[in-house]
């Protein structure tokens, strides 16, 4: 798969700390890809550094097979979505919305501008001002004025972080419709892992400045290359040096049939969640674990003994392991 925007062997050092060690990466054309890490992991310092805001220490960043480390940020034929939207309180939708084409005096303004606000689904809503809009709606006008000027590759800085829980659902889904009739490579910087996992056809996970893992979303949560992967893309009982799922990991009053991994434990708490129990156990070795059973299987009682099981197939497994 082509790809349209490469990171080589990009390095940012600030005084006494390196923010981003290294860092090469490949975001293909059209594709919706994300780069999930935890607070301090050098996520955001790598969009800065794509979008011009920062200038790398060394290595290359090429877009469309050109190096564009050494341009202004207004140079760059990306646009950014910042965190908090940056809109111009004193201007319309319409206004903000446009303030890009002007800039750049594009021809077919008006047709731009009108397929722009159709596609975040604001027609209509023109002359309001974003102390009139809601915090979903200040999210599309943000999302249109980049988009109204066609970049190459569109950079969003954790965009949906300022939404309530509910909304913030809504607009991923709305987010991903956008992008596929956009037809424009978006690359999401988040520390919300079901944000990145529910809406990227790519992921790459980033600790410490380093990239430990790029892959499909369901590649990476399921084969996890590294511990650090293993345990911010979701939790995991550790046995050992062996990772278990929550969802993979199982329980029965009876020792199960062969062909299985298991251990004796004992349940300490037991908790409803409606379409799915909790239950924690303590294993004879004094590790806990979590196993997420459905509610049809029964409530488990504090201090019952009970058999973990998982099959060998479902266990994460490390260099080492």
């Not at 920062?54 to 910042?82: A, C, D, M």
């Not at 992008?179 to 056809?201: K, M, P, Y």
């Not at 499909?216 to 040096?241: H, Q």
């Not at 049939?257 to 070795?285: C, I, K, M, Q, Y």
Request: aromatic share 6%; glycine share 10%.
């Amino acid at each position: 798969m082509e790809a349209v925007l490469e990171l080589r062997g990009v390095t940012k050092d600030f005084p006494g700390h390196r923010a981003v060690d290294g860092v090469n990466l490949q975001i293909p054309r059209g594709a919706f890809f994300s780069l999930v890490g935890p607070s301090g992991s050098g996520k955001t310092t790598t969009l800065r550094l794509i979008a011009g805001f920062e200038q790398p220490t060394s290595g290359e960043i090429w877009l469309n097979g050109r190096p564009i480390h050494h341009l202004k940020p207004y140079e760059r034929p990306v646009s950014t979505v910042f965190q908090s939207y940056a809109l111009f309180p004193h201007l319309t939708v319409r206004g903000n919305v446009e303030f890009g084409l002007r800039q750049q005096r594009v021809p077919e303004a008006a047709r731009r501008l009108r397929e722009a606000l159709e596609m975040v689904q604001l027609v209509g809503k023109e002359s309001r001002y974003p102390s009139e809009l809601s915090g979903g709606e200040r999210q599309r006008v943000a999302l249109a004025r980049s988009l109204v000027v066609e970049p190459d590759v569109l950079l969003l800085d954790e965009p949906l972080s300022a939404l309530d829980p509910a909304l913030r659902k809504q607009m991923r889904s709305e987010l991903k419709n956008v992008q596929r009739r956009a037809g424009i490579t978006f690359l999401l910087v988040t520390h919300d892992c079901e944000e990145a996992l529910s809406l990227s056809d790519r992921v790459a996970l980033i600790n410490q400045g380093r990239i430990e893992q790029v892959g499909a979303p369901e590649e990476v949560y399921r084969r996890p290359k590294t511990r650090f992967v293993a345990g911010f893309l979701g939790p995991v009982n550790w046995i050992g040096e062996i990772g278990i799922r929550p969802e993979a990991t199982r329980l029965s009053r009876q020792a199960p049939d062969g062909g299985v991994r298991t251990a004796p434990a004992t349940v300490t708490e037991s908790v409803f969640l409606g379409n799915r129990v909790h239950v924690r156990a303590r294993l004879g070795t004094g590790e806990e674990i979590i196993a997420e059973v459905s509610h049809s299987d029964g409530l488990y009682r504090t201090g019952e003994a009970v058999h973990v099981w998982w099959r060998p197939e479902e266990e994460l497994r490390f260099d080492g392991a």
